[in-house]
């Protein structure tokens, strides 16, 4: 070590002592860096080493605010966050930025789901409903039977897909969602289930109406309520309220049975256990075809 007056090195260690860095103490004392490094290891090694870097733009207190901007919904997106944050205390800083502070959060960033808009009546209709039915029991929910309709695709399904593959690799065929003009055709059907058993499945041709749906249920829907253990005073039917199901003549229809009509809220949830039924149908029906095709 080059050899230096003793004031200036009483000076460099008290330096080091309260957090300066090596850098600006060199130049304060008009010395090396070295020299300051080799003074720190040798009187200050205690003294934490910092690991370089940019310090970080956002205080604490700012970073919480911006993760509570994203919380709360008052921000979609982290260069909105960014831009409210600014009004409220004049800190600059760009999305990229607030990203990365967010990611540091465990905040992920994810693709919207497309869910129904619900207004106050269908919020109100749909706590009425869970009020309702929230005490009956497992053997009361036995005597419902469960109806819908559904649309089954020759190739594939309208949802999202998902393939495995190896970084680097090339796509293969079955990594490839093929499609066909013109959707390459579908069909929809009917059907209904209950606790003992799957009843009819129809196929609808053409579009459905009222007229058509009313027939559906007059040639399925006895013969089910013939197979259910209970009297027809005791079976509850289920269908959601599509327009055709909700229509003058359909309602007047089922007015005038004995068996009971499940109250279903507008805008429902998936509640109906059929479509468990559904998915799983669909699933092994797109398998089975996969299947075939690699044969």
Request: glycine fraction near 4%; proline fraction near 4%; charged fraction near 25%.
């Amino acid at each position: 070590m080059k050899p230096i007056s003793k004031r200036i090195k009483n000076e460099i260690i008290f330096k080091l002592k309260s957090g300066s860095s090596t850098r600006i103490i060199a130049k304060e004392c008009n010395v090396s860096q070295s020299l300051v490094q080799k003074i720190r290891k040798k009187y200050c090694s205690n003294r934490p080493t910092s690991f370089g870097g940019r310090p970080k733009l956002l205080t604490p207190q700012e970073r919480r605010l911006l993760a509570r901007y994203i919380q709360t919904g008052e921000a979609s997106s982290a260069s909105m966050a960014a831009n409210i944050l600014k009004e409220s205390t004049g800190k600059s800083i760009s999305k990229w930025t607030a990203m990365r502070e967010l990611k540091e959060q465990n905040y992920i960033c994810d693709e919207k789901k497309s869910k129904p808009m619900l207004s106050k009546k269908n919020v109100k209709a749909r706590l009425a409903f869970a009020k309702k039915y929230k005490d009956w029991t497992i053997d009361q929910w036995r005597h419902v039977i469960w109806s819908d309709e559904t649309k089954i695709n020759r190739i594939s399904s309208d949802g999202r897909a998902w393939y495995w593959k190896r970084k680097g690799e090339s796509l293969k065929r079955h990594h490839v969602k093929e499609t066909l003009k013109h959707g390459g055709g579908s069909i929809m059907i009917w059907g209904c289930i209950t606790f003992y058993g799957t009843g009819a499945i129809h196929r609808i041709v053409g579009n459905m109406n009222q007229y058509s749906y009313m027939t559906i249920l007059k040639s399925h829907l006895p013969e089910m309520i013939e197979n259910m253990p209970y009297p027809e005073d005791e079976v509850t039917f289920q269908q959601d309220r599509d327009p055709k199901h909700m229509a003058k003549s359909v309602q007047n229809w089922l007015n005038n049975k004995s068996f009971n009509l499940l109250d279903w809220p507008a805008q429902s949830p998936d509640l109906n256990p059929i479509e468990n039924l559904w998915a799983y149908l669909k699933k092994n029906y797109i398998a089975n075809i996969t299947r075939c095709q690699h044969q």
